[in-house]
Structures are given as C-alpha cells and as structure tokens.
C-alpha cells in the first residue's frame, strides 16, 4: 500500500489524474464519447505515431534522439507503393519498405555511435533527407490501389473490433515492458542513458546497444509507415510528416527526461491516453486541428518545464533543511 501511495505521488500519479479528469469532461461533455467505437476509433487514427513512441521511449532514456522516425514512415511507404507501381508484388514491397528502414537505422546509429557524430545532427539530416528522398520517389502522385487484403488489414478489424496496428502496439507494449524493465539490456539502456563513460568504463558496449536502439527505431517506424499506408490506402512524398514531434512530445510528457536516464513505460502509456482523449474530445467538441495542435504544444512544454521546477524546488529544500540542521547542531554545542 505504501508503494502504491508513492506511485501517486510520482508524476506518473499526476498523468493518472489528468487522464481522469480529461475524460470524465469528455464523458459529460459528449454523449458517445464512451462508446466502443469511438474508443477504437481514438486508437485507430493515431496508431502509427503511438507505436513509433515506444521505441523513441529507448532513444531519449539513451540520453539520443530520432527526429527522423516519421520521415523513415513515410519513406517506407513511398518505397513499397514506388515498386507496386511498376508491378512488383505487394510482398516485395512490403519486405523492401521494412528493409529500408533497418538500412536506415543502421546508417543513423552508425553515425551516432561509430562515428561519434551528435544523434540531433543525424537524425535532422535524415528528417530532411529521407523525405527528400521519399518526395523524389513518387513526386506529388498518390499511389494506392492495394490489394483488398492489405487494404483490410489497415481498416477492418481483425480480432473482435481492433485492428490489426492495434493488436501490433499491445504485443510490442508488452515486449517493450519486459526488455525495458525486466532485462539486462533494458538496465544498460538506462546506465548508459545516465552516464556514457560510466558505463563503458563498467564493461557495457555502449556502442552496440545504440546500433541496436537505432535499427530498431528505422524497423518499427517502417512497420509503422506501412500500417499507415495500409489504414490510408494510398502514399503521398509527405505522408506522416511532422509526426515525429507528437511521439516525442508522448514520451516527454510520459515523464522521460529529455537528458535521458530516467523514466518509464507506464508513464508514456498515460501520456499516450492523456493526449489521445484531449484530440478526441476536442475533435467532438468541433475545435479546429490548429487549436489541438497547439494545446499538445503546451503539454510539450509544461512537461519539460514542470519536473524541473519541481527539481529546483527539492533542490532549494534540501539546502534550507540542511542549513537548518547544521545551525541546530551548532546551537547545540554553544549551549
């Protein structure tokens, strides 16, 4: 019991009762709100970015950064719709898209780790080039047209009502948990993400689990662009852009610091809901993309300014009281 009143304490506790309040509001504000359908179909249109937030979870406890996940979406899309036009099977595409993405993540975490280049670098170069390279591919064509099967995987529920992306997220949520929390590599994630040299000179191989980190992120935000392109049913040169700062703003608000080596899963988890039901009940409400854009920009914000003010403020206490100690104990000896 006293565990779990820490964890109400901790931000993860705070996001629990944002998330309470937001849709206990939308619950009275909108009649269908709590429908099933509605529930899935919250889930459905952000499906990609949410399943790109996971893997950035591990990035940005790294102490790294992947601003080029949403171009690596959209690029693997471009690639499997750019050979599907020209008559190669879907199959090939779709293993074309996801290999893409591992060269990719390959070539970022290269960069990062072999070459010793800054991840914010890389990574913005790779946003602009990716896309460059996507927009090249099919021009300012949209290209769809998809077998009815992989078209029905991206709209028509699978299992019971979800979706296939959506049984795709819980099982990599699960996976994620268990590395994240549960492994060694999950704990080399977080020791390196606190301190590089500390944890190179402890014997961890600092450089292969960022290799490893960052083909990762170009394979899932791969396999995210296709799920899109299939939910779609068509690639643009800019499907997906701009999705990478809403997955960051995710993990952010999720409580990861920004520095890296601290936080968790459950937080992001939250932090998804919290942001999922602010769109969905301004949606319902009829409030204009812009205005919800903006109101994620905030969250963006505060979640990085509310734990460091909460920081300093511990910071300046714990001075006070140990001022205040040090003055008692003098106290004492004088008497």
Known sequence: MLRRLERLKSWEGLLLAILIVVVGFNAVSTPHYLQV???????????????????????????????SVASVMGLAGCVMAFL???????ELGIGAGLLTGVLLGAFNGFMVSYVGLSSLVVTLAGLIGY???ARVLLESRSVGNYPEWFDRLGQQPLVGPLPLSMIIFFVLLVIALIILQRSGFGRYVFVIGNNR??????????????MM????SGFISALAGLLLAARLGSMRGDTAQGGELEAITMVLLGGVSIFGGTGSLWGVLLSILIILNLRNGMGLLNIGGDIQTGVIG???ILSVLVPNIAREARNIWSRRHRVQRAQGVEEQKGG
């Open 37 to 67: 359908d509605n529930q899935i179909n919250l889930f459905k249109l952000h499906i990609e970015k949410i399943i790109v937030a996971l893997i950035m979870t591990f990035i940005i406890i790294n102490a790294e950064i992947d601003l």
């Open 84 to 90: 599907w036009e020209r008559g190669v099977p879907i």
């Open 131 to 133: 896309r460059g390279l």
């Open 197 to 210: 040299e500390v944890a190179r000179y402890s014997g961890v191989n600092v450089r292969r689990v960022k």
């Open 213 to 216: 980190l960052f083909i990762t």
């Open 298 to 300: 905030a969250l963006l």
